[in-house]
Protein backbone atom coordinates (compact mmCIF):
# COMPACT_ATOMS: atom_id res chain seq x y z
CA UNK A 1 0.00 0.00 0.00
CA UNK A 2 2.78 2.38 0.63
CA UNK A 3 4.90 1.79 -2.32
CA UNK A 4 1.29 2.50 -4.15
CA UNK A 5 1.15 5.87 -2.75
CA UNK A 6 4.37 6.65 -2.99
CA UNK A 7 4.43 6.31 -6.86
CA UNK A 8 1.04 7.95 -7.14
CA UNK A 9 2.97 10.49 -5.32
CA UNK A 10 5.90 10.98 -7.51
CA UNK A 11 3.21 10.62 -10.57
CA UNK A 12 1.70 13.46 -9.41
CA UNK A 13 4.91 15.65 -9.16
CA UNK A 14 6.24 14.37 -12.55
CA UNK A 15 2.54 16.04 -13.73
CA UNK A 16 2.66 18.93 -12.16
CA UNK A 17 6.79 19.22 -13.18
CA UNK A 18 5.58 19.00 -17.09
CA UNK A 19 2.75 21.34 -16.37
CA UNK A 20 5.30 23.87 -15.81
CA UNK A 21 8.03 22.79 -18.12
CA UNK A 22 4.76 23.48 -20.61
CA UNK A 23 4.05 26.51 -19.46
CA UNK A 24 7.21 27.94 -19.47
CA UNK A 25 7.62 26.29 -23.07
CA UNK A 26 4.45 28.11 -24.39
CA UNK A 27 5.93 31.15 -22.93
CA UNK A 28 9.35 30.72 -24.65
CA UNK A 29 7.58 30.42 -27.83
CA UNK A 30 5.40 32.91 -27.89
CA UNK A 31 8.26 35.18 -27.08
CA UNK A 32 10.05 33.97 -29.74
CA UNK A 33 7.18 34.48 -31.86
CA UNK A 34 6.66 37.93 -30.84
CA UNK A 35 10.23 38.67 -31.24
CA UNK A 36 10.63 37.61 -34.71
CA UNK A 37 6.96 39.36 -35.59
CA UNK A 38 8.72 42.85 -34.52
CA UNK A 39 12.25 41.81 -36.18
CA UNK A 40 10.07 41.02 -39.46
CA UNK A 41 7.98 43.84 -39.26
CA UNK A 42 11.13 46.03 -38.90
CA UNK A 43 13.04 44.95 -41.51
CA UNK A 44 9.69 44.73 -44.15
CA UNK A 45 9.07 48.82 -42.87
CA UNK A 46 13.23 49.43 -43.49
CA UNK A 47 12.21 48.13 -47.13
CA UNK A 48 9.02 49.44 -47.69
CA UNK A 49 10.53 53.04 -47.37
CA UNK A 50 11.36 55.27 -49.78
CA UNK A 51 13.54 57.79 -50.27
CA UNK A 52 14.77 60.41 -52.78
CA UNK A 53 16.97 63.20 -52.84
CA UNK A 54 16.49 66.46 -54.87
CA UNK A 55 19.56 68.76 -55.50
CA UNK A 56 21.07 70.87 -57.75
CA UNK A 57 24.58 71.06 -59.68
CA UNK A 58 26.79 73.75 -61.21
CA UNK A 59 30.20 72.94 -62.13
CA UNK A 60 30.05 69.34 -60.29
CA UNK A 61 30.74 67.44 -62.52
CA UNK A 62 34.01 66.10 -61.33
CA UNK A 63 32.36 64.75 -57.96
CA UNK A 64 29.08 64.01 -59.37
CA UNK A 65 29.89 60.41 -59.58
CA UNK A 66 30.94 59.93 -56.27
CA UNK A 67 28.06 61.90 -54.88
CA UNK A 68 25.94 59.69 -56.23
CA UNK A 69 27.75 56.35 -55.42
CA UNK A 70 28.00 57.89 -51.80
CA UNK A 71 23.98 58.19 -51.77
CA UNK A 72 22.58 54.77 -53.48
CA UNK A 73 25.13 53.08 -50.40
CA UNK A 74 23.39 55.16 -47.89
CA UNK A 75 20.16 53.60 -48.99
CA UNK A 76 18.67 56.66 -51.31
CA UNK A 77 16.52 55.05 -53.84
CA UNK A 78 16.40 57.75 -56.47
CA UNK A 79 18.20 60.79 -57.14
CA UNK A 80 16.68 64.41 -58.93
CA UNK A 81 19.29 66.13 -60.19
CA UNK A 82 18.43 69.73 -61.62
CA UNK A 83 21.59 70.77 -63.97
CA UNK A 84 22.64 74.35 -63.18
CA UNK A 85 25.43 74.30 -65.58
CA UNK A 86 26.01 77.19 -68.64
CA UNK A 87 24.90 75.69 -71.67
CA UNK A 88 28.16 75.79 -73.47
CA UNK A 89 29.78 74.03 -70.87
CA UNK A 90 29.71 69.77 -70.40
CA UNK A 91 26.13 68.76 -69.06
CA UNK A 92 26.08 66.72 -65.96
CA UNK A 93 24.31 63.53 -67.12
CA UNK A 94 27.78 63.23 -69.31
CA UNK A 95 29.93 63.09 -66.52
CA UNK A 96 27.51 59.48 -65.24
CA UNK A 97 27.89 55.98 -66.40
CA UNK A 98 24.50 53.91 -67.82
CA UNK A 99 24.55 52.30 -63.95
CA UNK A 100 24.15 55.55 -62.49
CA UNK A 101 21.40 56.70 -65.07
CA UNK A 102 18.98 54.14 -63.95
CA UNK A 103 18.67 55.30 -60.66
CA UNK A 104 18.81 58.78 -61.48
CA UNK A 105 16.57 61.89 -63.26
CA UNK A 106 18.33 64.83 -64.85
CA UNK A 107 16.69 68.02 -65.44
CA UNK A 108 18.32 70.98 -67.47
CA UNK A 109 17.17 73.97 -64.74
CA UNK A 110 16.97 76.48 -68.20
CA UNK A 111 14.55 74.24 -69.79
CA UNK A 112 12.40 74.15 -67.10
CA UNK A 113 12.78 78.06 -66.46
CA UNK A 114 14.36 77.27 -62.57
CA UNK A 115 16.57 80.14 -61.05
CA UNK A 116 17.70 79.24 -57.78
CA UNK A 117 17.86 76.12 -55.47
CA UNK A 118 14.55 77.10 -54.27
CA UNK A 119 12.51 76.65 -57.34
CA UNK A 120 14.53 73.41 -58.06
CA UNK A 121 13.63 72.08 -54.47
CA UNK A 122 9.72 72.70 -54.80
CA UNK A 123 9.79 71.74 -58.13
CA UNK A 124 11.45 67.95 -57.23
CA UNK A 125 9.41 67.62 -54.68
CA UNK A 126 6.04 68.17 -56.12
CA UNK A 127 6.45 66.01 -58.96
CA UNK A 128 7.02 63.53 -56.82
CA UNK A 129 5.25 64.43 -53.75
CA UNK A 130 2.95 61.00 -53.46
CA UNK A 131 5.71 58.58 -54.61
CA UNK A 132 8.62 58.97 -51.76
CA UNK A 133 7.84 59.05 -47.88
CA UNK A 134 11.61 61.57 -47.59
CA UNK A 135 13.07 63.57 -49.80
CA UNK A 136 16.93 64.48 -48.79
CA UNK A 137 17.13 68.13 -50.42
CA UNK A 138 20.93 68.60 -50.24
CA UNK A 139 24.14 70.84 -52.33
CA UNK A 140 26.13 68.22 -54.38
CA UNK A 141 28.91 69.03 -51.77
CA UNK A 142 26.92 68.18 -48.69
CA UNK A 143 26.75 64.74 -47.77
CA UNK A 144 24.17 63.00 -45.14
CA UNK A 145 26.05 61.25 -42.28
CA UNK A 146 24.44 58.46 -40.22
CA UNK A 147 25.50 57.27 -36.89
CA UNK A 148 25.82 53.62 -36.72
CA UNK A 149 23.28 52.81 -38.83
CA UNK A 150 21.73 53.03 -42.29
CA UNK A 151 19.70 55.67 -43.37
CA UNK A 152 16.31 53.96 -43.81
CA UNK A 153 17.26 51.85 -40.42
CA UNK A 154 17.55 55.51 -38.99
CA UNK A 155 14.20 56.97 -40.81
CA UNK A 156 12.22 54.13 -39.24
CA UNK A 157 13.37 54.54 -35.79
CA UNK A 158 10.46 55.08 -33.38
CA UNK A 159 11.82 59.04 -32.14
CA UNK A 160 11.01 60.16 -35.59
CA UNK A 161 7.37 58.92 -36.65
CA UNK A 162 5.39 62.18 -35.66
CA UNK A 163 8.37 63.99 -37.28
CA UNK A 164 7.50 65.93 -40.52
CA UNK A 165 10.99 67.34 -41.11
CA UNK A 166 14.37 66.68 -39.34
CA UNK A 167 17.23 69.60 -39.66
CA UNK A 168 20.89 68.41 -39.87
CA UNK A 169 23.53 70.28 -38.78
CA UNK A 170 26.38 71.25 -40.88
CA UNK A 171 30.05 70.41 -40.07
CA UNK A 172 32.20 71.98 -42.80
CA UNK A 173 35.69 70.96 -44.07
CA UNK A 174 38.72 73.29 -44.51
CA UNK A 175 40.75 73.18 -47.87
CA UNK A 176 43.30 71.25 -46.34
CA UNK A 177 45.56 73.68 -47.25
CA UNK A 178 45.20 72.71 -51.35
CA UNK A 179 45.11 75.45 -53.53
CA UNK A 180 45.09 73.12 -56.86
CA UNK A 181 42.63 70.22 -57.53
CA UNK A 182 43.54 66.94 -56.11
CA UNK A 183 41.98 63.96 -57.97
CA UNK A 184 41.42 61.51 -54.83
CA UNK A 185 38.09 61.19 -53.26
CA UNK A 186 36.80 63.53 -51.10
CA UNK A 187 36.90 62.01 -48.21
CA UNK A 188 40.34 60.53 -48.59
CA UNK A 189 41.52 64.28 -49.02
CA UNK A 190 39.62 65.75 -46.25
CA UNK A 191 39.26 63.61 -42.98
CA UNK A 192 37.81 64.48 -39.45
CA UNK A 193 37.84 66.60 -37.36
CA UNK A 194 35.40 68.74 -38.80
CA UNK A 195 33.96 72.29 -38.11
CA UNK A 196 30.89 72.64 -36.71
CA UNK A 197 28.73 75.16 -37.41
CA UNK A 198 24.81 75.84 -36.50
CA UNK A 199 23.72 75.94 -40.40
CA UNK A 200 21.75 73.19 -41.54
CA UNK A 201 19.75 71.05 -44.07
CA UNK A 202 16.58 69.12 -44.15
CA UNK A 203 15.04 65.96 -45.33
CA UNK A 204 11.02 66.10 -44.89
CA UNK A 205 8.09 64.17 -45.62
CA UNK A 206 6.35 63.40 -48.36
CA UNK A 207 3.18 64.35 -49.09
CA UNK A 208 2.79 67.33 -47.18
CA UNK A 209 0.53 69.04 -49.93
CA UNK A 210 0.85 72.70 -49.27
CA UNK A 211 4.76 72.51 -48.51
CA UNK A 212 6.98 74.85 -49.67
CA UNK A 213 10.52 74.56 -49.40
CA UNK A 214 13.48 77.50 -49.07
CA UNK A 215 17.22 76.90 -49.60
CA UNK A 216 17.76 75.37 -45.86
CA UNK A 217 14.59 74.06 -44.76
CA UNK A 218 11.01 74.31 -45.20
CA UNK A 219 8.22 76.69 -44.90
CA UNK A 220 5.90 75.03 -42.05
CA UNK A 221 2.88 75.54 -39.79
CA UNK A 222 3.83 75.56 -36.24
CA UNK A 223 0.36 73.95 -35.39
CA UNK A 224 0.02 71.24 -38.18
CA UNK A 225 3.82 70.57 -38.86
CA UNK A 226 6.62 69.00 -36.65
CA UNK A 227 10.02 69.58 -36.68
CA UNK A 228 12.98 67.70 -35.20
CA UNK A 229 16.58 68.00 -34.61
CA UNK A 230 19.02 64.45 -35.51
CA UNK A 231 18.08 63.29 -32.54
CA UNK A 232 14.28 63.18 -32.67
CA UNK A 233 13.94 65.85 -30.20
CA UNK A 234 11.04 67.96 -30.62
CA UNK A 235 12.52 71.86 -32.22
CA UNK A 236 9.74 74.40 -31.11
CA UNK A 237 9.40 77.59 -33.48
CA UNK A 238 11.18 80.06 -31.27
CA UNK A 239 14.59 78.10 -31.51
CA UNK A 240 14.61 78.17 -34.98
CA UNK A 241 15.02 80.03 -38.29
CA UNK A 242 15.54 78.89 -42.15
CA UNK A 243 19.07 78.97 -41.71
CA UNK A 244 20.22 78.03 -38.38
CA UNK A 245 19.46 75.94 -35.30
CA UNK A 246 20.75 76.17 -31.68
CA UNK A 247 22.09 74.02 -29.79
CA UNK A 248 24.43 72.39 -32.19
CA UNK A 249 23.70 68.78 -31.93
CA UNK A 250 24.92 66.21 -34.63
CA UNK A 251 24.60 63.09 -31.98
CA UNK A 252 22.99 60.84 -34.77
CA UNK A 253 23.57 61.99 -38.01
CA UNK A 254 25.22 65.49 -39.85
CA UNK A 255 25.90 66.95 -42.89
CA UNK A 256 29.44 66.79 -44.09
CA UNK A 257 29.97 70.20 -46.13
CA UNK A 258 32.78 70.26 -48.58
CA UNK A 259 32.37 73.84 -48.76
CA UNK A 260 36.49 74.31 -49.41
CA UNK A 261 37.74 71.58 -51.74
CA UNK A 262 40.47 73.79 -52.82
CA UNK A 263 41.84 77.31 -53.58
CA UNK A 264 41.62 76.92 -57.37
CA UNK A 265 37.99 75.38 -57.23
CA UNK A 266 36.58 78.07 -55.49
CA UNK A 267 37.95 80.67 -57.53
CA UNK A 268 36.43 79.04 -60.61
CA UNK A 269 32.94 79.21 -58.76
CA UNK A 270 33.01 82.42 -57.88
CA UNK A 271 34.15 83.69 -61.31
CA UNK A 272 30.66 81.95 -62.65
CA UNK A 273 28.38 82.08 -59.47
CA UNK A 274 27.15 79.50 -57.66
CA UNK A 275 24.37 79.69 -59.82
CA UNK A 276 22.44 82.38 -62.14
CA UNK A 277 20.45 83.98 -59.23
CA UNK A 278 23.83 85.35 -58.22
CA UNK A 279 24.39 87.28 -61.25
CA UNK A 280 23.57 90.49 -60.67
CA UNK A 281 24.81 90.80 -56.84
CA UNK A 282 27.93 88.96 -57.74
CA UNK A 283 30.87 91.36 -56.98
CA UNK A 284 30.02 91.86 -53.43
CA UNK A 285 29.25 88.06 -53.21
CA UNK A 286 32.56 87.14 -54.26
CA UNK A 287 34.45 89.52 -51.78
CA UNK A 288 32.37 88.20 -49.27
CA UNK A 289 33.38 84.72 -50.15
CA UNK A 290 36.42 85.21 -50.19
CA UNK A 291 36.24 87.11 -46.48
CA UNK A 292 34.64 84.12 -45.36
CA UNK A 293 36.92 81.82 -46.80
CA UNK A 294 40.36 83.35 -45.77
CA UNK A 295 38.83 83.37 -42.06
CA UNK A 296 38.00 79.51 -41.90
CA UNK A 297 41.21 78.59 -43.75
CA UNK A 298 44.91 79.19 -43.40
CA UNK A 299 45.37 82.56 -45.04
CA UNK A 300 48.75 81.83 -46.82
CA UNK A 301 51.23 84.84 -48.58
CA UNK A 302 50.81 82.10 -51.56
CA UNK A 303 46.97 81.77 -51.49
CA UNK A 304 46.67 85.51 -50.97
CA UNK A 305 48.54 86.37 -54.31
CA UNK A 306 46.99 84.01 -56.33
CA UNK A 307 42.87 85.28 -55.15
CA UNK A 308 44.48 88.39 -55.64
CA UNK A 309 45.79 87.03 -59.65
CA UNK A 310 42.49 85.26 -60.48
CA UNK A 311 39.98 87.68 -59.49
CA UNK A 312 41.78 90.82 -59.60
CA UNK A 313 40.59 92.07 -56.48
CA UNK A 314 42.75 93.50 -53.64
CA UNK A 315 44.06 91.94 -50.71
CA UNK A 316 46.26 94.20 -49.12
CA UNK A 317 44.94 94.26 -45.54
CA UNK A 318 45.81 90.88 -45.20
CA UNK A 319 49.09 91.33 -45.98
CA UNK A 320 49.64 94.43 -43.80
CA UNK A 321 48.00 92.86 -40.93
CA UNK A 322 50.61 89.78 -41.36
CA UNK A 323 48.15 87.47 -40.61
CA UNK A 324 49.09 85.09 -43.43
CA UNK A 325 51.08 82.16 -42.45
CA UNK A 326 54.15 81.95 -45.12
CA UNK A 327 54.66 77.83 -44.18
CA UNK A 328 51.72 75.35 -44.41
Not at 118 to 131: E, G, H, L, P
Not at 187 to 197: N, Q
Request: glycine fraction near 2%; hydrophobic fraction near 35%; proline fraction near 2%.
Amino acid sequence: MKIRFNNERNLFKNFKRNKRNKKKNILLLLTCFFVYINFYAKIKNIKDIKVALCTMGKMENLYVKEFVDYYFKLGIDHIFIYDDNDPKSEKISNALDNRHKKFTTIYETRLFHIKNQSMAFNNCYKRSIDKFDWFLMVDMDEFLFIVNNTLKGYLTNKIFNKCDFIKFHWVITTDNNLIYYDKRPLFERFKPPYIKTQFIKSIVRGNITDLKYWVHSPFFSPKRNITCNNAGKRIYYKNMNFETLYPINTEKAYIIHFRYKSTEELINKLKRGYSNWFKNKLRKFIIGNIETYLKINKPTLEKINFIEKELKINLSRYKKKKIYSKKF
